[in-house]
């Protein structure tokens, strides 16, 4: 079975068609790239070939590089008997570009730059990573006209950059101004904005995809097929490093890109340095430069740990990694009970999946509140060009308001988002429960009250379940599901399907106090107030939090929740726990703040000040009478240690009681769930980074100074003990 074929029609045009056998996208492997490099050395020998047509026999052009082949370059560097470990690696990279280097020169002589054969791309969708690094290796790329169809660079949100050849071809196609975002922020876009951006060259009617290219092939001429950057006269876009405008360019992106990431995650700072070296030298020079930098991304154990997270564990758990054996539970109509701003978002984000929405409140009013919500949103993305104006008011009339819990009849799902309030939540479990089928499940939003709880109100606790979404539901890619004790596989299946639906990453966790993900962030935010009342200045404590890679600082993520929500918390806390209670402190900068007034952001005023406006200004000036900074502040590692060890010891907790039952959902979670430092790949991947026994001895250092909620859990002291990794045990017992 091959991944590329050649035909060569009568017009001397030889098409080159990919198609790895077995799998719904093109990925490329390096059998895949031997085999095009095979072909393409076939062409260009057979005098009877006139040119080439590279296309796809998919729907779409290439999904990328084969990562799970990537993250094994990099695990498996310095196997073989290679001494320099990176050797391997930047050998392996440099074959690849040998063979892009290849199509792009055709058989040209490389002084004269005469003969060769033109080479063209035909994309007939889909085109992201080294399926856009193909292409720009070509001399001219064609995309079918598919607004469904995506065409960039998504490597910077997996750790890694464009590093087969894509990030030195776009910078001097674009110049770095233009090509920053595609390289630095991974935007993708449809074919019509690629070629107004110079991405690709042309966009044709999708019946006239092949055609077209052939037609260029035939009538290109010799001066059509060399690149830019191999003329003499060459001169790097909007300016190389040295030119006056170049200069203000480089600067302004080292500072854009310093002010985005707090010097956080290694890619992006070594793709700005891999551009900026590489627009001093020719184009060979250059490319070299890029492999270099990339063998070194790739060695960074950060790459890997993103691309397992936020690629390979990620794909699995939305795949469907653990859900129950079972048929698919579609849900074609869904309830929505209590239209606030979680129901609202809920409603809006499966109607735009094509799901009937009943949403209801107490109040009409209340209720086209909910609904209005859904319209303003769609409105916004119709007007950015996101959605048509069609399938925007496809997706609104999908949503019924309403107050008559008759109207839930049929649903196969219902999920309720009122009141925080236990008796609330059991009146409208019981009023929902009385009209709907045997078919529906029935779940709970609730981001504290324990699910089995919850579920006494329901007559088939099997069929209750928690989904917990986050704010802004439209924006957070992730959704907690919760197993009550009674919880059933079908109800779980559902859970997994519906998120599936809505194009959400589903994390499946057992019922404990605030589950997986509110049981790490709330000591998140409670380290931040407590270091607030020690007199850590805040700007560390904010700052600190930044350089790890929270996109939010404590104090500013509890300003946007509210700090109503965490008195209530604390105070539901204290009542439960009793004398065991221990974050008086905690309570004391709450109460203090409340005492000012100072609610967060709603209140337009919090740790934060605020305009009239309600754009965050910065650090509240007053926060300084009110905790008098210390004399003596703790360094800065100090403060990020206990930033980051308050919630990964709460982690392992959770995997030690049963809360947690598979790392990756606990990595993954955390990085989705609350932003917890991407760069570590999740609080797993980073004990791991450290060493367990490492972190044992820092756990316990730290529990020394500041108190017994650093004191590392039993689990991991025996893995300590053993010198184990948390994915080396838990990844290989899943494995099993
Ligand atoms: P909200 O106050 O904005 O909305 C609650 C809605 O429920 C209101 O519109 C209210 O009129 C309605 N409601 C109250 N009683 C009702 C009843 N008997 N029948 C029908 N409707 C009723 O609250 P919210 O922030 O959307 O939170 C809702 C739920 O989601 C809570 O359980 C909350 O803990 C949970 N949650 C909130 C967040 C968040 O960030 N706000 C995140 C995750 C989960």
């Not at 059933?488 to 589903?506: E, M």
């Not at 589950?515 to 931040?528: D, H, M, Q, T, V």
């Not at 999740?682 to 250092?701: C, I, V």
Request: aromatic share 8%; proline share 6%.
């Amino acid at each position: 079975m091959t991944d590329f074929t050649m035909q060569t029609g009568s017009d001397g045009v030889a098409v080159i068609t990919w198609d790895v056998p077995g799998r719904s996208m093109n990925v490329m492997s390096l059998a895949g790239f031997a085999e095009l490099d095979a072909l393409m050395g076939q062409a260009l020998a057979d005098g009877a070939v006139r040119g080439v047509v590279i296309t796809s026999g998919k729907d779409s052009f290439a999904g990328g590089m084969d990562l799970n082949l990537l993250a094994g370059m990099r695990d498996g560097a310095g196997d073989g008997g290679d001494d320099d470990p990176a050797q391997g690696l930047f050998d392996g990279i440099m074959g690849m570009h040998a063979v892009l280097r290849r199509i792009e020169r055709a058989g040209m002589d490389p002084k004269t730059l005469k003969g060769g054969k033109p080479v063209a791309a035909a994309l007939p969708g889909t085109a992201l990573g080294i399926g856009l690094e193909l292409p720009l290796a070509c001399h001219r790329i064609f995309a079918a006209d598919n607004a469904q169809a995506k065409i960039g660079f998504p490597e910077i949100n997996v750790g890694i950059f464009p590093g087969g050849g894509g990030t030195t071809r776009v910078a001097r196609r674009l110049g770095l101004m233009a090509a920053a975002p595609f390289l630095l922020e991974g935007r993708l876009v449809a074919p019509q904005a690629a070629a107004k951006a110079g991405l690709i060259d042309e966009v044709v009617a999708p019946g006239a995809l092949l055609d077209a290219a052939r037609a260029w092939v035939l009538a290109a001429g010799p001066g059509d097929i060399v690149k830019p950057w191999d003329r003499k006269d060459f001169r790097f876009p909007g300016g190389a490093p040295y030119h006056p405008s170049g200069y203000m360019t480089f600067v302004g992106a080292a500072a854009m890109v310093a002010g985005r990431t707090w010097g956080a995650f290694p890619a992006p700072r070594a793709l700005l340095s891999a551009v900026y070296e590489g627009a001093l030298v020719p184009f060979d020079a250059a490319i070299r430069i890029e492999a270099r930098w990339f063998t070194h991304i790739l060695l960074n154990p950060s790459s890997g740990a993103m691309i397992r997270a936020l690629f390979i564990d990620r794909e699995a758990l939305e795949k469907g990694a653990n859900r129950p054996d079972m048929p698919p539970q579609k849900v074609q109509r869904l309830g929505v009970i209590g239209a606030g701003m979680m129901g609202a978002g809920i409603a809006n984000v499966a109607a735009q999946a094509g799901i009937e929405v009943v949403l209801l409140d107490t109040s009409d009013a209340a209720a086209a509140r909910g609904r209005a919500h859904a319209e303003a949103d769609l409105a916004k993305a119709v007007s950015r060009g996101r959605m048509s104006a069609g399938a925007g008011d496809a997706a609104l009339a999908r949503i019924t308001a309403t107050t008559d819990f008759a109207a839930l009849a049929g649903a196969d799902l219902v999920i309720e988002a009122v009141f925080e309030d236990p008796q609330v939540k059991a009146g409208v479990t019981r009023q929902a429960m009385a009209h709907l089928g045997p078919e529906a499940v029935f779940a709970s939003n609730t981001s504290t009250l324990p699910i089995g709880d919850l579920a006494r109100a329901s007559d088939r606790p099997e069929d209750f379940i928690g989904i917990h979404f986050f704010s802004p539901v439209e924006r957070m890619l992730l959704v907690e599901i919760i197993k009550g004790a009674r919880t059933g596989p079908r109800a779980v299946a559902k859970a997994l399907d519906f998120a599936r639906r809505i194009r959400k990453t589903p994390i499946v966790v057992n019922d404990a106090r605030f589950f997986y993900a509110n049981r790490c962030i709330i000591p998140y935010l409670n380290e931040g107030m407590r270091m607030l009342g020690e007199g850590v200045s805040p700007a560390l404590i904010e700052n600190a939090a930044r350089m790890l890679g929270f996109p939010l600082g404590p104090l500013q993520l509890i300003d946007e929740t509210s700090l109503e929500l965490g008195l209530r918390i604390a105070r539901a806390t204290r009542a439960a726990m009793g004398a065991d209670y221990p974050d008086a402190a905690v309570d004391a900068v709450l109460e203090a703040m409340e005492h000012e007034g100072r609610l967060g952001r709603k209140a337009g005023a919090g740790f934060y000040a605020y305009s009239d406006r309600g754009e965050r200004e910065g650090l509240w000036p007053g926060l300084g009478p009110l905790f008098p900074p210390a004399a003596a502040q703790p360094d800065l590692v100090t403060v990020q240690h206990r930033l980051m060890f308050v919630q990964v010891l709460e982690a392992v907790r959770a995997l030690e009681s049963g809360v947690l039952t598979d790392i990756r959902e606990g990595d993954v979670g955390a990085i989705l769930g609350w932003g917890f430092a991407p760069w570590s790949g999740g609080p797993f991947s980073w004990l791991d980074m450290l060493g367990t026994p490492y972190a044992e001895a820092r756990a316990d250092e730290l529990a020394a100074a500041f108190g017994p909620r650093f004191a590392p859990p039993a689990l991991l002291r025996e893995m300590a003990a053993r010198g184990q990794g948390f994915h080396a045990r838990f990844g290989a017992a899943r494995a099993a």
